[in-house]
């Protein structure tokens, strides 16, 4: 892989008063000196407004940089994407001017999560202030990105715009389906989680932003009444308790996006990310649906109890559109989608949209005279406030109109009610910036690209037939079996599958746990979105799980029961030559089959090779790699970190980066041999029934699977 590191240098700073630049250049420097990246990778100066001279180049003596130049007047922004566009990289790292280095290891952090996620945009810092993004003085991604992105950025105006403002690039990778993730130190956060976690931006002693810069600086200067202030900043409020959603002194609202279904129901849900990652602001997700979908990580809640036989038909949607939905709302705005209505253009928002309680794309005239000469809108993709949804729970439908459907009922029949209680309909001209379903007489040239969002006709329509999800779920995702939670660590939720194959497979769920335990009962790292990522490829071919979910949040007294729930199986471990099998078997009273339990297609271009891994815990100083791996043709799985060290420890081998642990189990299963510590690598050699040579830790052997062609050296 080709890394870059950028570093913006500016070549004046006799035009930038009150700040001393000479200091600020040399920061980043000594920084990068003491505190090692962790991957190799190729620095590049990029000269702003001047030229070389010797004096910039003894500046970085023996740091092998390359030199570019921008002359413009974009700010680091601007020099980001003129240089980026013709950059001839995999991945770019892009520090401003001010940037600094604070730990060894943060490029490594970076790059960790781009291997793991893919294309995308990866960045230490995340603020909700504006809009959500990631911030500009430290982003990475590939540069290829740049190149699609469509403004070009050309003053202090644009490069704001950019960053936060109506071009946030943030948002616009987010809505060309790519991730936008935040990395600290223990983390890889989604957008709904870059303010959860200590330390960060504005955020105690910022110790988990792997990147400092000039607004950290003030934040560590500030007294406590004034840190408290750019911390709700940050975190988006700009008092105790208010969501910033609009800027400009319009009404704050705050925004759920919610769809409900009992088909479709990974559509819906793919719906409802792509609708909230569009609106610029925090929105909560919520999902009503038989079952939650693989994947999904916002908030699930069953069908309503009076849904006949759980079944969703176009009657009992609309009855509950009328009826329920306003019992699940507890913000000011919902914005309703379907897996056929969604958000799909984030430049065409405005907040205007927020001064109304009702908009939906727009009817035409000629249906407009047949309910009433209403015109204002379609259902399937609009925006509703809370006191709209609240009113029309209290609508009495006559018999002869319970067959309308419920936007053609509130917006035409019952119209009045709600302009009399005070609520607001879009405007066509607006309607239509909103939502496209079809062409209206005012607007005959109107596309589905000039709205916000759209509605319908996907299967007929070639330029909706991108935008298309399937309407119809895999009959195979329903869950089934029974229903198991397991906190991690990632070994050891390979080591339970024996069990979870006995019981008769079922669902899995992980996630952190958020109890107050002993430190012992706890998993060594806690559950996160990535590390779930990282596994799930690997889980979800194993026949005998049937759904793999994560859940955020794991507390003593949980609405979710489950059939087995291993959060406290640590309490319970046995002597220390028992493995992990052996604990989790009797905590859940099963006897496991202990025959190879993990399945997964050989790489065959690893055959013949031996596959190494080992991590920085349970070593043997008796164990004599150089001697086991002589003569043998090696290549080593894991960490880039671990990689490194082993080279340094024991000898130089080929790296061979994975994006999963479904990648990594394909390569051990192809090769000859694995040899490694007690560690992930090892479950899966053990799982897959591989032949191996485990470096056993002399005082723990939890990891210890005997068969044949297994040899535990202690």
């Not at 290829?144 to 403002?165: C, D, G, V, W």
């Not at 909706?464 to 009959?475: C, E, G, I, N, Q």
Request: hydrophobic share 40%.
């Amino acid at each position: 892989m080709k890394i870059e590191l950028l570093y913006i240098y500016l070549v004046r700073p006799s035009e930038v008063p009150g700040r001393d630049f000479s200091v600020i250049h040399q920061r980043f420097i000594d920084s990068y000196r003491k505190f090692m990246p962790g991957v190799p990778h190729q620095l590049r100066v990029v000269l702003y407004n001047g030229e070389k001279t010797p004096e910039i180049e003894s500046k970085f003596d023996g740091l092998n940089a390359v030199y570019s130049f921008y002359n413009g007047d974009g700010l680091d922004m601007g020099a980001y994407q003129a240089v980026t566009r013709v950059l001839d990289a995999d991945f770019a790292i892009c520090c401003n001017t001010q940037a600094h280095f604070h730990r060894s290891g943060w490029m490594e952090r970076l790059v960790e999560a781009f291997v793991q996620y893919g294309e995308g945009l990866y960045g230490p810092m995340g603020s909700y202030e504006d809009t959500p993004h990631l911030r500009g003085p430290c982003m990475a991604f590939p540069p290829k990105l740049m190149r699609q992105y469509p403004h070009l950025i050309s003053n202090r105006e644009t490069a704001h715009r950019f960053e936060s403002r109506e071009w946030n690039f943030t948002q616009w990778v987010r809505s060309i389906g790519k991730p936008a993730l935040m990395v600290t130190w223990d983390e890889v956060l989604e957008q709904s989680d870059w303010r959860k976690p200590d330390n960060i931006f504005r955020r105690g002693d910022q110790s988990n932003c792997l990147v400092w810069d000039r607004h950290t600086e003030v934040y560590f200067k500030e007294n406590a009444p004034r840190r408290e202030e750019l911390a709700r900043s940050a975190d988006g409020k700009r008092n105790a308790g208010q969501d910033i959603v609009v800027v400009g002194g319009a009404q704050k609202k705050t925004i759920t996006v919610v769809a409900c279904t009992s088909t479709g129901i990974k559509s819906h849900a793919t719906a409802i990310d792509r609708t909230a990652a569009a609106i610029p602001y925090p929105c909560k997700r919520l999902l009503l649906s038989p079952v939650k979908p693989d994947g999904y990580t916002g908030e699930w809640r069953a069908l309503p109890d009076w849904m006949p036989d759980g079944t969703w038909t176009i009657r009992t949607m609309c009855n509950f559109l009328m009826r329920g939905l306003h019992k699940h709302i507890d913000t000011d705005i919902a914005v309703y989608v379907h897996w056929d209505g969604y958000a799909i253009n984030p430049g065409k928002w405005t907040d205007e949209f927020l001064e109304y309680d009702y908009g939906g794309a727009p009817w035409p005239r000629h249906f407009g005279k047949s309910v009433g000469n209403a015109r204002v809108g379609n259902g399937g993709f609009s925006i509703r406030s809370k006191r709209w949804l609240t009113i029309a729970s209290s609508l009495v439908v006559p018999p002869v109109l319970q067959r309308r459907a419920e936007d053609v009922f509130q917006c035409a029949d019952a119209v009045n009610v709600f302009v009399n209680s005070g609520c607001k309909v879009m405007p066509v001209p607006l309607a239509i910036r909103w939502s496209f379903e079809n062409s209206i007489e005012e607007f005959p040239h109107w596309k589905i690209t000039d709205s916000f969002g759209f509605h319908g006709l996907v299967k007929t329509d070639a330029a909706r037939k991108p935008y298309s999800l399937p309407s119809l779920d895999d009959p195979a995702s329903t869950t089934r079996g029974k229903r198991c939670f397991h906190p991690g660590d990632l070994g050891d939720i390979i080591a339970f599958l024996p069990i979870l194959r006995a019981i008769g497979g079922g669902a899995l769920a992980v996630g952190p746990l958020e109890m107050k335990l002993p430190r012992n009962v706890l998993p060594r790292e806690p559950m996160t979105l990535s590390r779930f990522n990282f596994i799930r490829p690997l889980l979800i071919k194993q026949p005998y799980v049937h759904q793999f979910v994560f859940e955020r949040q794991r507390r003593n007294k949980n609405s979710e029961s489950y059939d087995y729930d291993l959060s406290l199986f640590r309490k319970y471990m046995g002597a220390r030559e028992e493995s992990l099998t052996d604990w989790q078997a009797r905590f859940c009273n099963v006897k496991p089959d202990l025959s190879p339990w993990l399945t997964v297609n050989p790489r065959t271009e690893f055959a013949g090779k031996t596959v190494i891994a080992r991590s920085p815990r349970y070593l043997n100083p008796n164990f004599d790699w150089n001697k086991v791996i002589a003569n043998r043709d090696v290549v080593f799985i894991g960490l880039i970190a671990e990689h490194a060290r082993f080279c340094r420890m024991v000898r130089r081998v080929p790296y061979v980066p994975v994006s999963n642990a479904l990648e990594m189990a394909q390569i051990i299963a192809g090769s000859q041999l694995f040899i490694g510590n007690q560690s992930f690598p090892c479950w899966l050699a053990m799982g897959l029934g591989h032949p191996l040579v485990q470096e056993s830790w002399p005082f723990w052997q939890n990891s210890k699977i005997d068969r044949p062609n297994a040899r535990f050296v202690l």
